[in-house]
């Protein structure tokens, strides 16, 4: 699709014309111009000319280019560029062409990427902790799909250990009327499962899939450990391992690691390191060009032993992606919140989500770097005004949805027919950043950029409505589109973080 980025395209067409790599830039003042580049500045110490005089070359040049109305030089010799409203007219309608895939298809070369974005063991209801797990696990993995990639999700449980059977026993005591051990599982979902039959770990995992179903998680593939655990001596078989100290070790040192690792204790039993090696190569022999764990903050030392494994496995190691995320602290009125009774020191999403909602619950765990931690203050998170964010970007498409029912039988155009107003120039210049946002989300896997763009997106289009009237006014046909463009940038964003984009509030 033609000029399907074009601020990209128009990044390119200075760069052909400069013969030199070029970047663009949104002045912080639209006084400035619409696009600044500092491409002379970094002419002129290989071209050994003053900056401002190669600037000046430039911009003769530059205003040529089809789409630029004017350029001036400022400063020690910087370029700010001014495109005409005919380019933002052109711009506006690569948006509407792609719709809901603008911004799509960037991955190149595409991989089949599995993403393991929960491991919380069956024994109990999934906590809000590790449903930031979850929520940036499966957000990550959007973009990863939004960019062309193919991804599988699973989710990786232990279904036997001493934790396994310490929550099965803390069960059955219950049934039989008794305490469960000091050292077992209390709470008020224990004594639940203790009312029906069975094993109780495939209901807990029931209970568990269905609310992170409801957190609008699904996962494609469900492994467990005891499967994995099976194939620990092919995976040893597989690497390289030496015996010392009547323990088996895995040379990992070789492979950038900073030390060995005991894949096998000196009484025989096989270490956590070892299904690791087992859950590695059985996940690369499902054909997986690269591999995500997602785990929690007191992980980190596993990056370097994972990346070490894939390497021993004879798999790149940048084929193995290890994202850690940190905590989540919980407040209202400035102390930690509590959400029930029944689960203690815990929080379980079940709870969280009965306050606050999915839309918020989404938009709040994932509205920080996975690397930073996290404060929810529950109060305002509940809160349907404009004072919350989640709501503010969802009115913003709500409002639209509303404008374009009363527009049935108007059809938009998204050339301009008179000069555009400062608003609306700005409103078409948030909406073409969309492409290198996603682009750049994607890469450094963070999705809590598209909610921080997906805010100045709501305040540009707030800011643009409350000055101009859409239906009825000169420039009814453009603003129409201008609207059904914002709209379909605001469900790209929402849809990547998973959250709802309502057409009503």
Not at 203 to 209: F, K, P, T, W
Not at 260 to 270: F, L
Not at 422 to 439: A, H
Request: charged share 30%; glycine share 8%; aromatic share 8%.
């Amino acid at each position: 699709m033609k000029d399907i980025d074009p601020i990209r395209s128009l990044t390119a067409a200075v760069a052909d014309l400069a013969e030199a790599a070029s970047e663009l830039e949104r002045p912080a003042d639209a006084s400035h111009g619409d696009y600044a580049t500092t491409i002379a500045l970094r002419l002129a110490g290989q071209r050994r000319r003053p900056p401002r005089e190669v600037a000046g070359e430039l911009a003769e040049r530059l205003v040529e280019l089809d789409g630029i109305a004017g350029v001036d030089v400022a400063g020690p010799g910087f370029l700010n560029l001014t495109v005409d409203d005919a380019w933002l007219g052109r711009g506006l309608a690569s948006v509407l062409a792609g719709g809901r895939r603008f911004g799509s298809g960037t991955a190149g070369p595409r991989e089949q990427i599995q993403v393991e974005c929960v491991s919380a063991n069956p024994t109990g209801p999934i906590t809000v902790a590790a449903a930031r797990n979850g929520a940036y696990g499966d957000a990550v993995a959007r973009l990863l799909e939004f960019a062309g990639h193919g991804v599988q999700r699973e989710y990786y449980y232990n279904d036997a250990g001493t934790q396994m059977e310490r929550f099965r026993e803390s069960v059955e005591a219950i049934r039989r009327g008794e305490d469960p051990p000091e050292d077992g599982y209390q709470g008020d979902y224990v004594a639940e499962l203790a009312r029906g039959e069975g094993d109780p770990v495939p209901r807990m995992l029931e209970q568990i899939e269905a609310s992170l179903e409801r957190f609008r998680i699904h996962f494609d593939t469900f492994e467990r450990q005891s499967v994995v655990e099976a194939e620990i001596p092919d995976a040893l078989a597989a690497i390289d391992t030496y015996e010392a100290e009547g323990a088996v070790w895995a040379r990992t040192s070789a492979h950038g690691d900073d030390r060995d690792r005991v894949v096998i204790r000196s009484d025989g039993t096989p270490t956590y390191f070892a299904a690791d090696a087992a859950y590695m190569r059985r996940k690369f022999a499902k054909g997986f060009d690269r591999l995500m764990y997602v785990l929690g903050a007191d992980h980190h030392g596993y990056v370097a032993r994972l990346r070490a494994l894939a390497e021993m496995l004879g798999h790149p190691r940048e084929a193995v992606e290890v994202l850690i995320y940190q905590l989540v602290h919980l407040t209202r009125g400035g102390e930690a919140a509590k959400m029930s009774k029944r689960s203690g020191e815990v929080v379980f999403l079940d709870d969280f989500v009965d306050e606050i909602g999915t839309d918020a619950a989404r938009w709040y765990l994932l509205s920080r770097g996975h690397d930073q931690t996290i404060e929810i203050d529950v109060d305002l998170a509940a809160e349907r005004s404009q004072k919350n964010p989640v709501y503010y970007v969802q009115y913003a498409h709500a409002r639209i949805a509303g404008i374009m029912r009363n527009a049935e039988g108007i059809e938009p155009d998204s050339q301009p027919t008179i000069p555009l107003a400062t608003e609306e120039r700005e409103l078409v210049k948030r909406l073409l950043e969309l492409p290198e946002v996603v682009r750049e989300a994607t890469a450094r896997r963070a999705p809590h950029a598209i909610s921080a763009y997906a805010i100045r997106v709501a305040d540009d289009f707030h800011r643009f409505y409350h000055h101009h009237r859409v239906l009825g006014s000169d420039a009814e046909a453009f603003r129409l589109a201008l609207c059904a463009a914002t709209q379909a940038v605001v469900a790209v964003c929402l849809e990547l973080i998973g959250v709802d984009a309502p057409e009503r509030m």
